[in-house]
């Protein structure tokens, strides 16, 4: 005795009486570890600031391919999210090599001078440059209870910078800082990261202080 067709016709019965309910796009969960910060005071580094215990401080050799202007540019870098806050530091005043776009179009290092008006258009130009994929840019300008002054950059969408900041006391140091992930940057399955790393980088603004003011 087969039952076989039976059971087959019973089955595309009740699946055609089924009612279908689309599902969302899942992610892996994310295990966020506990948050607990250290302090970066290296004593060659004209600023200070805590960080978490998670992440670990690498003093920058290369900054996309280029050497960094001076020894005092770290990463901070989150292996376990395959993150990392570049902290690229100019001397205002100082001198620094700027690109500087020729007639034809290509671009040329020219030796120039570290403007504080100039950085901060430079700060604005280098998130505005993700106008392409975002669906918007926040900026927002702070002050924190140890006097540190800047703007945050919140960029929404598939940008790869999705958190960038500048902090500057306007006549001597002037810090940019920007989040990267080493992975195609998708705003959905990076959503819950940002946000645990957004914690992270606010508290590092907010214990921030310049050395040598």
């Given at each position: 005795m087969k039952?076989?067709?039976?059971?087959?016709?019973?089955?595309?019965?009740?699946?055609?009486?089924s009612?279908?309910?689309?599902k969302?796009k899942?992610y892996?969960?994310?295990?966020?570890?506990?948050?607990?910060?250290?302090v970066f005071?290296?004593?060659?580094v004209p600023?200070t600031?805590?960080?978490?215990?998670?992440?670990?401080?690498?003093?920058?050799?290369?900054?996309?391919?280029?050497?960094p202007?001076?020894?005092f540019?770290?990463n901070?870098?989150?292996?376990?999210?395959?993150?990392?806050?570049?902290?690229s530091?100019?001397?205002?005043?100082?001198?620094?090599?700027?690109?500087?776009?020729q007639?034809?179009?290509?671009?040329?290092?020219?030796l120039?001078?570290?403007?504080?008006?100039?950085?901060?258009?430079?700060?604005?130009?280098?998130?505005?440059?993700?106008?392409?994929?975002?669906?918007?840019?926040?900026?927002?300008?702070?002050?924190?209870?140890?006097?540190?002054?800047g703007?945050y950059?919140?960029?929404?969408?598939?940008?790869?910078t999705?958190?960038?900041?500048f902090m500057?006391?306007?006549?001597?140091?002037?810090?940019?800082?920007?989040?990267?992930?080493?992975?195609t940057?998708?705003?959905?399955?990076?959503?819950?990261?940002q946000?645990f790393?957004?914690?992270?980088?606010?508290?590092l603004?907010?214990?921030?202080?310049w050395?040598?003011?």
């Amino acid at each position: 005795m087969k039952f076989f067709p039976f059971i087959g016709i019973l089955f595309i019965t009740i699946s055609c009486n089924s009612t279908y309910t689309s599902k969302k796009k899942g992610y892996f969960k994310v295990d966020f570890p506990e948050r607990k910060y250290l302090v970066f005071d290296d004593p060659e580094v004209p600023y200070t600031f805590e960080y978490p215990g998670y992440a670990k401080i690498v003093k920058d050799s290369t900054y996309f391919d280029s050497n960094p202007e001076n020894p005092f540019w770290r990463n901070i870098d989150f292996p376990q999210f395959n993150a990392r806050i570049f902290l690229s530091y100019k001397s205002i005043g100082g001198k620094a090599l700027y690109k500087v776009k020729q007639a034809d179009g290509t671009y040329k290092d020219s030796l120039g001078i570290n403007y504080f008006d100039r950085m901060v258009n430079d700060a604005y130009n280098l998130t505005n440059k993700n106008e392409a994929v975002a669906t918007s840019i926040k900026d927002s300008i702070f002050i924190t209870q140890n006097g540190i002054t800047g703007t945050y950059f919140k960029v929404g969408g598939n940008a790869a910078t999705a958190r960038q900041f500048f902090m500057s006391d306007t006549n001597k140091n002037f810090i940019r800082g920007a989040l990267y992930f080493d992975t195609t940057p998708n705003a959905d399955s990076l959503k819950p990261v940002q946000d645990f790393l957004q914690k992270d980088i606010e508290h590092l603004i907010n214990t921030f202080r310049w050395k040598n003011k």
